[in-house]
């Protein structure tokens, strides 16, 4: 039995599908394939029911899935370990986050790690707050930007910045709205929400439920540069954190914020990889690059999570 056929295994059962397993190991699919019939072959069990949706797994796979896990996770933080002897490390971290976020603060960080520490590898996830949560739990993702959540087992929040929900629209409309707009603004304008599946109209309908139900949503999207586009030709309002725009600098869309209606941005580390250098380096340049843009003015609708629990 081998690692490789271990981190097979793991890859198919996560994705409940061998199509999706070879996607996300970039292997081909027979060759995928026949790697976990020789380790079914190997334990003497059928570790995977095939049916026309994809792949669930047997009692034996559910025992071996939690074993190959534990064993794939200590041989990374053995690797870790001893990459980080002597001045420098390499080894490899996993970092996740929404869209949403990834102009303002990931790829700045992103791009400043790789650049300062050439031996080690970064890799970047995509998702929702919801999936990146559940993936630092799990162990499959390393340290990730999640807006605000339940807490979850296993993970554990640093508080970076609160910041404003705000309505996003054409330029020559700003001075409809003045500085900031109340949420009965909000009704009778087409809107365009960021976040699907997990929507703004579920907090409002939290803080504001006598106005969300009076709401008009024309369409709900995953990506905040598909927002931002669609504002910019007409389809609508969006509505999502100001982050959304950067680094757009669209001269024809800018940004109100929306009084009451905010988020919140933190660190979600999986508890048994503190204290890795890596990790540890990637959160305090998050940490750092957060304060140098409030102090700079450059993120106004947001501040220190600090000073917003204060």
């Known amino acids: 039995m081998e690692l490789r056929q271990l981190r097979y295994f793991k890859a198919v059962a996560d994705a409940s599908s061998f199509v999706r397993g070879a996607?996300?190991?970039?292997?081909?699919?027979?060759?995928l394939s026949r790697?976990?019939?020789?380790?079914e072959d190997d334990v003497g069990q059928a570790l995977f029911v095939r049916h026309n949706k994809g792949v669930s797994l047997t009692d034996a796979g559910e025992r071996f899935y939690e074993r190959?896990?534990?064993?794939?996770?200590?041989?990374?933080?053995?690797?870790?370990?001893?990459a980080t002897e002597g001045g420098d490390f390499s080894g490899t971290a996993t970092l996740g986050a929404p869209q949403s976020i990834h102009n303002k603060l990931l790829l700045p960080v992103m791009t400043s790690f790789l650049a300062r520490y050439p031996n080690c590898r970064v890799d970047l996830v995509q998702g929702s707050s919801s999936y990146l949560r559940d993936k630092v739990a799990d162990g499959d993702i390393d340290v990730a930007l999640i807006s605000n959540m339940p807490e979850a087992s296993g993970v554990l929040t640093t508080p970076l910045v609160d910041e404003s929900f705000c309505l996003i629209c054409p330029k020559d409309r700003l001075e409809?709205?003045?500085a900031s707009v109340d949420v009965p603004d909000l009704i009778g304008l087409p809107l365009l929400l960021v976040g699907y599946p997990n929507s703004i109209v579920d907090r409002l309908q939290e803080t504001h439920p006598e106005h969300a139900s009076k709401l008009i949503v024309?369409?709900?999207?995953?990506?905040?540069a598909l927002l931002s586009d669609?504002?910019?030709r007409g389809a609508g309002f969006g509505i999502a954190p100001s982050c959304v725009m950067e680094p757009h600098g669209n001269s024809s869309v800018g940004f109100v914020p929306i009084k009451?209606?905010?988020?919140?941005w933190t660190i979600a580390t999986h508890w048994n990889r503190q204290g890795f250098r890596a990790i540890c380096e990637i959160?305090?340049?998050?940490?750092?690059l957060c304060e140098d843009l409030l102090a700079r003015g450059e993120w106004p609708t947001a501040e220190s999570s600090k000073s917003a629990a204060g």
């Not at 996607?23 to 060759?31: E, F, H, I, K």
């Not at 996770?73 to 001893?82: A, F, G, K």
């Not at 009451?260 to 919140?264: E, I, K, M």
């Not at 959160?283 to 750092?288: R, S």
């Open 260 to 264: 009451g209606l905010r988020t919140s």
């Open 176 to 178: 409809d709205f003045g």
């Open 218 to 224: 024309r369409s709900k999207v995953n990506s905040s």
């Open 283 to 288: 959160q305090e340049m998050l940490i750092a």
């Open 35 to 39: 790697s976990i019939a020789k380790l």
């Open 68 to 82: 190959a896990a534990a064993i794939l996770e200590s041989v990374r933080q053995l690797t870790d370990e001893m």
């Open 23 to 31: 996607y996300y190991l970039n292997v081909a699919q027979p060759a």
């Open 230 to 232: 669609l504002v910019e």
